[in-house]
């Protein structure tokens, strides 16, 4: 019998041009409005370790802007896609294939900024979202910025009421509604083994690890992500408005619930 993290796995690698569309095509204000945050913490010349980092469009962003950039992901096919995609874009950057509970190769204090946007997703026991984070913490230099991102269980209601209307009478999804109206969060098998958080659960979670200080906490979607069928129609000039519009509401905390991913920045304590 297979183990989860192989099916992850194995769904990442059939799946590397699918993921770098998303943030491309369907999903572009995720990005749009990340990066916008992430631009206002990141020191210039960072050395960033970008684990769970997919194909590669957050190591091929910071790269073009001339920081020190190492993606680390579980997937193989999409390490192969995502150097494909530094070769594109006339970028460098280092990648290389591994599992986020395990940072072994790299030395304790190595890096200035660490992204983990990928893993929290994935990772069904607490016990290894915590591993994961330690490990993250391990490897961030004194003073050094972690980006966290997790996907909100609210974000699987507005993703029924955007694109699957009828997921609200099927059974088997159940379980993802009844939960989310408790406002408790849920691990289960949903485009693969997922975990989905509760914004509290969310915030206690970072609160676990020792020597971690939250810094900023913002929506990676803003107020946008119950309108992404809107969004595609418009034009691009009203597009990018609406972008812009939706940056000022992304660390507003009674707005977190209209975005499908939450990103939590963390300070590793310690002086520089």
């Not at 997919?54 to 790269?63: E, L, N, T, W």
């Not at 992204?115 to 050094?144: C, D, Q, W």
């Not at 906490?217 to 609406?242: C, D, H, N, V």
Request: proline share 4%; aromatic share 12%.
């Amino acid at each position: 019998m297979k183990e989860q993290k192989e099916i992850i796995q194995e769904y990442y690698d059939s799946h590397p041009k699918k993921e770098w569309d998303r943030l491309q095509k369907d999903h572009p204000y995720e990005k749009y409005i990340t990066v916008h945050m992430m631009d206002q913490m990141i020191p210039e010349g960072a050395t960033i370790l970008d684990i769970g980092g997919g194909p590669g469009h957050y190591s091929v962003y910071y790269a073009k802007k001339g920081h020190e950039v190492t993606l680390f992901d579980l997937s193989p096919e999409n390490i192969r896609f995502a150097k494909k995609k530094a070769y594109q874009y006339g970028v460098r950057f280092t990648a290389i294939q591994g599992d986020a509970m395990d940072l072994s190769r790299f030395s304790d204090n190595t890096f200035d900024v660490v992204f983990l946007m990928g893993p929290m997703y994935h990772l069904l026991s607490e016990k290894n979202r915590i591993r994961a984070l330690t490990e993250a913490k391990r490897v961030l230099k004194p003073g050094g910025l972690l980006f966290t991102s997790f996907i909100l269980l609210f974000g699987g209601v507005v993703y029924g009421l955007r694109d699957l209307r009828e997921s609200i009478c099927r059974e088997q999804e159940k379980p993802v509604y009844e939960a989310c109206a408790r406002d408790e969060s849920l691990a289960l098998d949903a485009f693969t083994y997922s975990y989905m958080t509760t914004i509290p659960d969310a915030k206690k979670l970072i609160g676990k690890i020792p020597g971690l200080t939250t810094v900023k906490i913002f929506g990676q979607e803003s107020i946008l992500a119950p309108y992404r069928r809107l969004l595609a129609e418009t034009p691009r000039k009203i597009r990018l408005a609406w972008y812009d519009y939706a940056i000022r509401f992304c660390d507003k905390e009674d707005f977190l619930t209209h975005t499908e991913h939450l990103m939590i920045v963390s300070r590793k304590e310690g002086k520089k």
